[in-house]
């Protein structure tokens, strides 16, 4: 590491969780995929040198822990990993594997790319026109898990507090009302923020809008869209046009000009999250790189993944992009009911892998790796998910998939 930045060697060791349910299906059977791309990218070159670490219920069998140690420390130790699904173990002490695994690492952004391949049947009219890239932050909002259960003890103080000390007087039901505190802070906002306008300028992409809800949650969704106009402000003056600046030049100079103020710079907006979600449905071409607190990123991420066809192809990583530690992840669940049945789509832990290759700043492989997905989606060769939903299809098992893209290489 240097300076947030990865210093990559030719032959990384990269841990890997093989995950629950489908992980058995798709995680392993899926790393050959990526080892083929980085042969064909670079010959004998590179190449990653995979480690089994465990998480979920192969490791609670083996060492008692559903998240031991050793498997956090791998992921410090070598910064970039890849995962398949976990089960939330019930009683284990965690709200979700998932989520202490993104706070132990302090893994800050969610980061959703969001794009369309041919052939995928959509819900909605023009899915080539969805090309987005969602930063959704990791550790704060309702990722903080401060609540408090109406009738217990602590939820009786907070509620005593509010009402006595600060003279809330807006509960409706205060003697049966649980409690929850969302924490959004300037310093997590901002780092996501300035990690997604980094993102934007490094890719040339268009713009960045901030979603927010902060027409009600002023203090704390309000103050997240003001703490990324400052940012701006103050660290990307020259990179960045505001939106309120875009829009006076188009006023008083006309749109020719106000586009050309925008040449070599990213747009930064801001959009109410209800208004978000059906803007994305009427005009998607409008957005680009999305930054945006937890909760929204949630909803966000699943209708923007259903417009290309569904999460079950949706990659996925959690990034600090400050020390370049990451996770890549498969976005769906354990699916138990159709776990070693061999059925299941590998195609969001192979495209999660391909982000990984780019984040490994091996761009020629995970290019390799996004053109064979989408050549044998195209060619109607998949799995039974899609097979249900398109025609003249042929059905092929998980492994036979991930052959089918491995072939795709050749």
């Not at 990269?14 to 995929?33: C, H, M, Q, T």
């Not at 695994?101 to 909605?124: A, F, H, M, N, T």
């Not at 999250?273 to 937890?294: C, G, H, K």
Request: overall charge negative; proline content about 5%; hydrophobic content about 40%.
């Amino acid at each position: 590491m240097h300076q947030g930045r990865l210093n990559v060697p030719d032959n990384p060791v990269i841990p890997y969780i093989k995950g629950d349910g489908i992980g058995n299906d798709i995680s392993e059977a899926s790393l050959k995929v990526l080892d083929k791309a980085v042969e064909k990218a670079f010959g004998s070159k590179r190449k990653m040198e995979w480690k089994k670490v465990l998480a979920g219920s192969e490791a609670y069998e083996q060492t008692g822990s559903y998240l031991p140690e050793e498997t956090v420390n791998a992921f410090k130790t070598y910064h970039v990993g890849i995962k398949g699904p976990l089960t939330t173990p019930v009683g284990g002490g965690f709200r979700s594997l998932n989520v202490a695994l993104r706070q132990e690492l302090d893994l800050y952004v969610c980061l959703r790319p969001v794009k369309w391949i041919k052939g995928i049947p959509s819900p909605v009219k023009h899915p080539e026109k969805v090309d987005m890239h969602i930063f959704r932050e990791n550790t704060e909002d309702i990722y903080a898990g401060i609540e408090y259960m109406t009738g217990e003890p602590d939820n009786e103080k907070i509620m005593n507090f509010l009402r006595d000390e600060m003279g809330v007087t807006r509960i409706r039901f205060p003697e049966t009302a649980s409690i929850g505190i969302k924490p959004v802070s300037e310093e997590g906002s901002k780092r996501l923020i300035r990690s997604a306008i980094q993102y934007a300028l490094d890719r040339d992409l268009p713009s960045v809008t901030l979603v927010h809800k902060g027409n009600i949650m002023k203090y704390t969704e309000g103050a997240f869209k003001q703490w990324g106009y400052e940012l701006a402000e103050e660290e990307f003056e020259k990179q960045v046009v505001p939106w309120n600046e875009y829009e006076q030049a188009r006023e008083k100079a006309g749109p020719e000009t106000a586009r050309k103020l925008l040449e070599g710079k990213v747009l930064l907006k801001d959009v109410i999250t209800d208004a978000f979600l059906q803007e994305t449905l009427l005009r998607p071409e409008e957005y680009s790189v999305i930054a945006t607190m937890n909760l929204n990123g949630d909803y966000i991420s699943d209708q923007l993944a259903a417009m290309i066809g569904g999460i079950g192809i949706a990659p996925g990583a959690n990034i600090n992009y400050q020390t370049g530690c990451a996770v890549f992840e498969a976005t769906h669940g354990t699916a138990p009911g159709i776990a070693g049945k061999d059925i299941a789509n590998p195609c969001s832990f192979i495209l999660s892998g391909a982000m990984m290759l780019n984040h490994l700043g091996w761009e020629q492989a995970a290019g390799i790796v996004f053109q064979a997905v989408e050549d044998a989606i195209s060619q109607k060769q998949v799995t039974q998910d899609l097979y249900s939903v398109m025609d003249d299809a042929t059905l092929l098992s998980t492994s036979q998939f991930i052959d089918q893209v491995t072939e795709q290489m050749d």
